[in-house]
């Protein structure tokens, strides 16, 4: 079984800044795409950024500039660095990641974590 394990949330001021970081484990042979997503109430779930297993880079153009997302491979573990919070980035945040689990496997599969709640206060 994989398991995505996400930890750093909580609650922080506007302008604040909070890490995220999610952990991969379980039976795995690699990892492709890792990412972040968010959903606040009453909306639905977006992207925030991704990154390859090379270190290629994706995000959201609400979050450029002041999110950066990192990995470890040899963790197996991705991250969310968040400065310059604002109250909209207000949401659960989630990990995701696609993951072959045995070397005879031709297709990754995706996992999703059970989401950390971000709340930013004006």
Known sequence: QVQLVESGGGLV????????SCAASGSIF???LMGWYR????KQRELVATITSGGSTNYADSVKGRFTISRDNAKRTVYLQMSSLKPEDTAVYSCNADIRSRPTMFRFENYW???????VSS
């Open 13 to 20: 001021q506007a302008g604040g800044s909070l890490r995220l």
């Open 30 to 32: 690699s990892i492709n």
């Open 39 to 42: 959903q606040a109430p009453g």
């Open 113 to 119: 974590g059970q989401g950390t709640q971000v709340t």
